[in-house]
């Protein structure tokens, strides 16, 4: 769905999909934590009597399922994404003897052969959703061995609160990273190219100014780099837009 293109009422397409259903997950795993919280400290105030043969062999199970669908994930993509061509629009109007140029370009990141997790927030979502149960079936297990030849019945909730802290920490960086895409707040990563991005645009021939300089993230590999440039009376269209074209998609 993500993938659909762009229409009249979501011109930049529906990529922010990803990000919404990654936001999604992270609120819901805080609400399992938070259940498996309050379960444990149940269990904690008033223990209760779990059998470890049956335990066992279901949370063994559940980690080797777990565990293929985080070796699947991890897995490097074997084809890299391609860079989209920047695409230019531009509406031009005479300013002072001057030609004032609107341009618009969106560029694509290229990004190296990575995790399928680490590509967009929805498969990050779902890498934690999976570790979590992974992490659910290691407690499980170890908690049924204690259980089992140790008779020790408080292991169950004290391997379910260290279950819940892992799962609240490591949902942090997409927390963070879905919050931040959708309210336009740029990473340190993309923060930092601001100015060297505006200085090679002073730098091109025929540029006279350069205002408006905005950059955002669609979703997590995709800018979105939207200025607004004067030019010199002189400039030669095709040259211009061609030098841009080469500029924003070496920055993306």
């Known amino acids: 769905f993500a993938s659909l293109p762009g229409d009249e009422k979501f011109t930049y397409g529906y990529g922010r999909i990803e990000v919404i259903?990654?936001?999604?997950?992270?609120?819901?795993?805080?609400?399992?934590?938070?259940?498996?919280?309050?379960?444990?400290v149940e269990r904690l105030i008033r223990p209760q009597e779990v059998t470890?043969?049956?335990?066992?062999?279901?949370?063994?199970?559940?980690?080797?399922?777990?565990?293929?669908?985080?070796?699947?994930?991890?897995?490097?993509?074997?084809?890299?994404?391609?860079?989209?061509?920047?695409?230019?629009?531009?509406?031009?109007?005479l300013k002072k003897g001057s030609e004032e140029v609107v341009i618009n370009m969106t560029t694509q990141g290229k990004p190296k052969k990575r995790s399928k997790a680490s590509g967009n927030e929805n498969l990050a979502g779902l890498f934690l959703h999976i570790m979590a149960d992974a992490l659910g079936s290691v407690g499980v297990i170890i908690s049924a061995i204690f259980i089992r030849y140790y008779g020790i019945v408080m292991a169950d909730p004290i391997c379910s609160?260290?279950?819940?802290?892992?799962i609240l920490l490591s949902i942090l960086s997409l927390l963070k990273s879905t919050m931040n895409t959708l309210t336009l707040h740029l990473p340190p990563r993309v923060e930092k190219k601001n100015d060297k991005i505006?200085?090679?645009?002073?730098?091109?021939?025929?540029?006279?100014?350069?205002v408006e300089l905005k950059l955002w993230l669609f979703r997590r590999d995709e800018l979105i780099i939207t200025t607004k440039?004067?030019?010199?009376?002189?400039?030669?269209?095709?040259?211009?837009?061609?030098?841009?074209?080469?500029?924003?998609?070496?920055?993306?």
């Open 21 to 40: 259903s990654g936001l999604t997950i992270c609120v819901f795993l805080i609400f399992v934590a938070f259940s498996f919280v309050l379960e444990s």
């Open 161 to 166: 609160l260290g279950i819940s802290a892992r």
């Open 52 to 93: 470890g043969d049956q335990l066992l062999i279901v949370a063994v199970m559940g980690l080797i399922v777990n565990l293929l669908g985080i070796c699947f994930l991890q897995n490097p993509d074997d084809i890299e994404k391609e860079t989209v061509p920047a695409k230019v629009e531009e509406s031009e109007t």
């Open 198 to 210: 505006l200085k090679a645009i002073m730098g091109l021939p025929y540029v006279n100014d350069c």
């Open 229 to 252: 440039i004067e030019v010199d009376p002189a400039y030669k269209h095709p040259e211009l837009t061609e030098k841009l074209k080469d500029l924003f998609e070496g920055y993306s």
